[in-house]
T-cell receptor
Framework: EAQVTQNPRYLITVTGKKLTVTCSQNMNHEYMSWYRQDPGLGLRQIYYSMNVEVTDKGDVPEGYKVSRKEKRNFPLILESPSPNQTSLYFC????????????FGNGTRLTVT | QQQVKQSPQSLIVQKGGISIINCAYENTAFDYFPWYQQFPGKGPALLIAIRPDVSEKKEGRFTISFNKSAKQFSLHIMDSQPGDSATYFCAASAAYSGAGSYQLTFGKGTKLSVIP
């Protein structure tokens, strides 16, 4: 089954404790992206990757890091999480760009206390 | 910052009625306008998309209307059903140059409830 898998689904952590949210897709997609979803703000792009070793900032990259060492994986790293990063995070992938259908994971709900 | 303004924030429609969600944009470089549908506990999924060379696109009960001069586009759901209850996001992407085609700007979403 074609899918984007995020782990974990739920994560509660404390301020400053480094964490990684994993994202993996099995569709051989070149494009991958991370979004955060907040009430009243919709979906905002954090980082995206056009291919292996090629990444770029989205609209809200501060406090986040990403890497794309393999085509299928695109982890999101929060090196020093803060409470304002409490949010619902989505990973997405597509065959080429955002002009192809984006396939989203089921989300990771992160709470930073 | 590029913006897509979406309204209303929430919408309640009776079964069989027409649901209408509107979006407006400022950036004239936008040339790809998708709508995504999100059910609770799930990620968004592409519903329908339009490019500005057409004024309307229909897929089943879902229609996008596009007004290039007004820089507005809307989603119409005909014969709305309870199963259509979800959050709908409009979005836009700029012309295929540089980073434009790799960034999708979303509206803030509309929570649609279709009541029996």
């Amino acid at each position: 089954e074609a899918q984007v898998t995020q782990n974990p689904r739920y994560l509660i952590t404390v301020t400053g404790k480094k964490l990684t949210v994993t994202c993996s897709q099995n569709m051989n997609h070149e494009y991958m992206s991370w979004y955060r979803q907040d009430p009243g703000l919709g979906l905002r792009q954090i980082y995206y990757s056009m291919n292996v070793e090629v990444t770029d900032k989205g609209d809200v990259p501060e406090g986040y890091k990403v890497s794309r060492k393999e085509k299928r994986n695109f982890p999101l790293i929060l090196e020093s999480p803060s409470p304002n990063q409490t949010s619902l995070y989505f990973c997405a992938s597509s065959a080429g760009s955002v002009r192809s259908p984006l396939h989203f994971g089921n989300g990771t709900r992160l709470t930073v206390t | 910052q590029q913006q897509v303004k979406q309204s209303p924030q929430s919408l309640i429609v009776q079964k069989g009625g027409i649901s209408i969600i509107n979006c407006a944009y400022e950036n004239t470089a936008f040339d790809y306008f998708p709508w995504y549908q999100q059910f609770p506990g799930k990620g968004p999924a592409l519903l329908i998309a339009i490019r500005p060379d057409v004024s309307e696109k229909k897929e089943g009960r879902f229609t996008i209307s596009f007004n290039k001069s007004a820089k507005q586009f809307s989603l119409h759901i005909m014969d709305s059903q309870p199963g259509d209850s979800a959050t709908y996001f409009c979005a836009a992407s700029a012309a295929y140059s540089g980073a434009g085609s790799y960034q999708l700007t979303f509206g803030k979403g509309t929570k649609l409830s279709v009541i029996p």
